[in-house]
């Protein structure tokens, strides 16, 4: 157990639909990220929190949304979903709000979403 | 464009003997070097790391070599065991950014 938790684990919806994906960090990270790893591909970063605040952001589609909230879990919303979301979405946390060296990630053991 | 390769998507070793896992970079001002590894439907974990005013961080049977002339680095296993068996990732900080590799598949054979 990574201490880093994420709900649900599997999750199957229809194109169209709304899903949320929750994550609560390991105790005392201050800093949340979520990626996306598509079939057989590398990990893609979407986006960054530290401490409520959004920090950084990388190839997140507008259709999709994160926020932290003031205990620090976080949530990440996909709308309008599309075959081609089906994918893991990895929550990681860390101490930090920069990823230097010292600022090691930890990750969640994932949600898997599959969209029909 | 991808500034951390792994240009062998797979890898396979014999057990017991090294397993050397490459990496390459293009920005030169990354500042830290990490290698994950990551099992079938788990996270990603944290194995080793090296700052780029090093050569050289060994952890065990694990040891990351950094060479800035040739933005090039390398995560060597030795000796390899059949729990190795996963997918590695490189990944480089630079201005608060962590940029991932696509990772290798390394499968030890018995």
């Known amino acids: 157990d990574s201490g880093v938790t994420q709900t649900p684990k599997h999750l199957i919806t229809a194109t169209g639909q709304r899903v949320t994906l929750r994550c609560s960090p390991r105790s005392g990270d201050l800093s949340v990220y979520w990626y996306q790893q598509s079939l057989d591909q590398g990990l893609q970063f979407l986006i960054q929190y530290y401490n409520g605040e959004e920090r950084a952001k990388g190839n997140i589609l507008e259709r999709f949304s994160a926020q932290q909230f003031p205990d620090l879990h976080s949530e990440l919303n996909l709308s309008s979903l599309e075959l081609g979301d089906s994918a893991l979405y990895f929550c990681?946390?860390?101490?930090?709000?920069?990823?230097?060296?010292?600022?090691?990630?930890?990750f969640g053991a994932g949600s898997r979403l599959t969209v029909l | 464009d991808q500034q951390v390769k792994q240009n062998s998507p797979s890898l396979s070793v014999q057990e017991g003997r090294i397993s050397i896992l490459n990496c390459d970079y293009t920005n030169s001002m990354f500042d830290y070097f990490l290698w994950y590894k990551k099992y079938p439907a788990e996270g990603p974990t944290f194995l080793i790391s090296?700052?780029?005013i090093k050569d050289k961080n060994e952890d065990g049977r694990f040891t990351v070599f950094l060479n800035k002339s040739a933005k090039h680095l390398s995560l060597h296993i030795v000796p390899s065991q059949p729990g190795d068996s996963a997918v590695y990732f490189c990944a480089a900080t630079s201005n608060y950014q962590l940029i991932w590799g696509a990772g290798t598949k390394l499968i030890i054979k018995p």
């Open positions: 990681a946390s860390s101490t930090s709000g920069g990823a230097s060296g010292a600022n090691v990630l930890t």
């Open positions: 090296i700052s780029s």
